[in-house]
């Protein structure tokens, strides 16, 4: 998305899509399957907008086809850091990342404010999920692919196809 208005917009509009936070029978049936005993309590500590998201993510994934295990549980478990933002914050990060992602290095505080904290978990929940999932046991695969998620562009997105589609699919959620 090479025009900022336009990415902020539907940055915006994700964030406006979290609004729904109910998860059906089936897709929840199907996210206790995939994972393990301790991906899921990962997984069921995020933000009820979140796990929704990740489905979503999931089901995009399987939609493609021939989805490996590891890229489903990538999809589902990719925003376990993210933390509980309130609203205002998701939406401020959205704006600020899709007009000037430099800005945040600045903003983002690991200690201080509220908001200044929760930019910082939401600039780096990335590398904070991947840590959080090696801790837990979670395959190689799944860490690398959560580590990875953001990164929109560069070699590693173009190279890697199951990380191109998961980036794909979380852009569509």
């Known amino acids: 998305m090479g025009n900022p208005a336009r990415a902020a917009a539907y940055r915006v509009g994700q964030v406006l899509r979290g609004f729904r936070t109910t998860i059906p029978g089936d897709d929840a049936a199907d996210v206790q399957a995939l994972l393990t005993g301790a991906e899921l309590a990962l997984f069921l500590r995020m933000h009820a907008r979140d796990r929704v998201h990740a489905i979503c993510v999931m089901r995009r994934l399987e939609h493609e086809g021939a989805a490996s295990r590891d890229l489903l549980a990538a999809g589902l478990l990719h925003d376990i850091a993210k933390g509980n933002p309130r609203l205002w914050e998701r ?40 840590a959080l999932l ?25 190279s890697d196809s199951e990380l191109a589609s998961l980036i794909t699919a979380d852009g569509a959620c």
């Open 134 to 158: 090696s801790e837990a046991g979670s395959t190689g695969r799944v860490v690398e692919l959560v580590a990875h998620h953001t990164e929109r562009t560069g070699p590693r997105a173009r």
């Open 91 to 130: 939406s401020f990060f959205a704006i600020v990342e899709s007009l000037s992602p430099r800005a945040l290095d600045r903003i983002a505080a690991r200690d201080g404010m509220r908001w200044r904290r929760a930019m910082w978990a939401l600039l780096h929940h990335p590398a904070v999920g991947a």
